[in-house]
């Protein structure tokens, strides 16, 4: 008995969903989520932490997730701000999880609608592409920890092509999870020091990413992720020796 198919636009549903929040998040919010908007409004926004903890905690997750699942500039003003808000703990946690639900908001949404097709075909070409991403499945684990770890790929770069790659889902999750948190915990920490940075009438250094100090660190993880790659290579080559 075969399974019914579903229709094209059910099958795209979640993709348009994504789609017209982003187009409405970029129209609506143009210039809000910045630097500038966090500082003019400081004040308030600690306050109604202090009186409405729990509240604030949600909410903030809740825009969390929306940006990072729409796309919407602001991921680190957001990150920022949860430093800001909470301090670098347990701020480092709501960041990680408000990326990483939003991240698989947006992997869903894109694997729903095209991803697993293209994935599909591109597992059966067998010309370069075909060989590549049966290069990438080969070797999952380290190159979603890689894309996670590298500062130099952008965050929804590394958001969009598991999904289009056929990643499950629970390696996207476990990877996202994990795999970002030594580059929010530095942004977590930026933000919590924010209120010397207001005091002082200047912006935070969001450089420091880029210091020897903080990259190091960051680059020894990936090559920790990327180590067994290329032990597997060895054994292979030495198995055709």
Known sequence: MSTPKSSPLLRNLPLLALLTG?????????????????????????????????????????????????????????????????????????NVLGATLGATLLFLAI???????????????????????????????????????????????????????????????????FGIMPATLVFTSIGAGLGEVFAAGTRPDLGVILTPQVLAPLLGLAGLAILPIFIKALRRRKGLE
């Open 111 to 177: 694997r729903a609608g095209f991803g697993e097709r293209l994935a599909r075909k591109i597992s059966l070409s067998e010309g370069p592409v075909g060989r590549i991403k049966r290069g990438i499945d080969a070797n999952q684990w380290e190159m979603l920890f890689l894309i996670r770890l590298v500062p130099a790929v952008p965050f929804f770069v590394a958001n969009i092509l598991p999904a289009l790659l056929a990643v499950p889902l629970h390696r996207y999750v476990i990877t996202t999870f």
């Open 22 to 94: 982003t187009a409405a998040g970029l129209y609506f919010l143009r210039g809000t989520l910045s630097f500038e908007t966090l500082s003019e409004h400081r004040e308030a926004l600690l306050a109604f932490r202090d009186s409405h903890y729990a509240l604030a905690i949600l909410l903030f997750l809740s825009a969390y997730i929306a940006i990072v699942a729409f796309s919407l500039p602001g991921g680190t003003i957001a990150t920022l701000a949860g430093g800001f808000l909470f301090g670098t703990f347990p701020g480092v946690a709501f």
